[in-house]
């Protein structure tokens, strides 16, 4: 998504191989029988290691109110 749904800061990661391994962490989170509750703290803690300069923008905090998100990934 760009700015022309409300995000400004567009960084949705640092290097291919980070967002890569960010959207697959959390479509994996999303399509597994775990419960996504029980899990959400883990995949943020993941998801800030692998590339803490993209899970802090706005994009990476809106995939967590957008649940349809992993429909598109």
């Known amino acids: 998504q760009d700015g022309w749904w409300g995000i400004e800061d567009e960084l949705a ?3 291919l191989a ?7 962490l959390y479509f ?3 399509a597994s029988w775990w419960s ?3 899990t959400e703290s883990d995949l943020r803690h993941w998801l800030n290691l ?6 802090d923008t706005q994009g990476w905090q809106r995939v967590f ?9």
Do not use: H, L, T
Request: hydrophobic share 40%; proline share 3%; glycine share 4%.
């Open 50 to 55: 692998i590339d803490p300069q993209a899970y």
């Open 36 to 38: 996504i509750e029980d």
């Open 28 to 30: 994996w989170w999303r």
């Open 65 to 73: 109110e957008d649940y349809n998100f992993d429909d598109r990934v």
């Open 13 to 15: 990661g640092s290097s």
């Open 18 to 24: 980070q967002f890569v391994a960010m959207v697959r």
